[in-house]
């Protein structure tokens, strides 16, 4: 049970007793956050026999997610699952997930619902797999909405250059690295001196999506992590951080910088990435060098993200 209670100070303690275990207690600027942080601890110490959609994604998140990039996002798919799914797991049923495929189908695109029911689908495996519950996945019995086709949006370099003058200078430093180097949003954001080689012009991904490996640096890539580097030893950054923003603000930065420059809604920061591994296949570099590049595991995911045509082939058939 969660005792939430203010402290002389203004911050708010919360202390979480679970039967057999010792109590876990911490202080948060916020009720809010406190209340959180209970409903978390209180989530992931339930009884194997009684959890719900909630706790099972919590224990799940803090089990195999925590510290890793994907870790925020998926704590905001097991809310909203849990605030539609209240009942036990044992109790929910194939209609029931197709019903709110349905519903959500309604709301929001094929792509957002199908990494909804996907994560869903997780939990269970988790719930069988993990914890050794005896129990049917029935995220399996139901037909995923089909992914929504793959942009095929290249950033051409004048689209580029009108982005990055409308951006801030730190996150026209975060922006142009996406471009050089395929790096995703947390990759760049979770950089720390000790991760950067200028010298060698290699980056070490530290637990990425994808586990951790070393990203090659282009010529400009290696200039913009200088600067970087200077401007986060000026600043103090905390943890040898290269870039102390969240990557809500990054996404928010682009957005605005986006619509100032004129551009359409394609020109988003992962499409930024898309683009390299694009240029860089159309280099005639074959499927291993580009996953060296991109971080992919399978060749599946690179055909996703090259977006070749005929043309970029022609010169090499002869």
């Given at each position: 049970m ?10 708010w ?20 956050q ?15 026999k ?6 099972l ?28 799914f ?35 689908s ?5 719930a ?19 992914p929504?086709r ?65 990203v ?11 600067l ?9 950054h ?21 619509v100032?420059?004129?551009?359409d ?16 296949a ?12 991109s ?9 996703r ?14």
């Amino acid at each position: 049970m969660a005792n939430i209670r203010l402290l002389p100070s203004g911050n708010w303690n919360a202390q979480v007793r679970i039967k057999g275990k010792s109590p876990q207690s911490k202080t948060f600027n916020t009720k809010a956050q406190a209340e959180s942080w209970a409903n978390q601890i209180e989530a992931v110490t339930m009884d194997r026999k009684h959890h719900t959609i909630y706790t099972l994604g919590m224990t799940y998140c803090e089990t195999m997610l925590k510290g890793k990039g994907s870790y925020d996002h998926a704590l905001k798919i097991v809310e909203h699952l849990g605030r539609h799914f209240t009942q036990p797991i044992h109790e929910i049923t194939p209609q029931m997930i197709n019903d709110f495929k349905i519903m959500r189908l309604k709301k929001v695109k094929p792509s957002t619902c199908r990494t909804q029911l996907a994560f869903m689908s997780r939990f269970y495996r988790f719930a069988k797999r993990g914890l050794l519950i005896d129990i049917h996945n029935p995220v399996s019995d139901i037909a995923l909405p089909k992914p929504d086709r793959s942009s095929d949006k290249v950033i051409r370099a004048s689209e580029l250059e009108r982005l990055l003058e409308k951006l801030s200078p730190t996150m026209k430093l975060i922006v142009e690295l996406a471009y050089e180097t395929a790096m995703r949003r947390s990759e760049i954001l979770k950089l720390t001196k000790d991760c950067i080689h200028l010298k060698d012009r290699i980056a070490d991904v530290i637990d990425g999506k994808n586990g951790t490996r070393s990203v090659p640096l282009t010529h400009r890539a290696v200039e913009i992590l200088e600067l970087a580097q200077l401007w986060a030893t000026v600043e103090r950054h905390p943890n040898n951080l290269i870039f102390t923003v969240t990557p809500h603000a990054v996404t928010q930065a682009v957005r605005l910088a986006r619509v100032k420059a004129g551009l359409d809604s394609s020109v988003r920061l992962h499409q930024l990435r898309h683009t390299r591994i694009t240029n860089v296949a159309k280099k005639g570099f074959n499927n291993a060098q580009i996953m060296i590049v991109s971080g992919h595991r399978d060749t599946r995911s690179v055909a996703r993200y090259s977006h070749l045509n005929v043309r970029d082939v022609l010169h090499l058939i002869d």
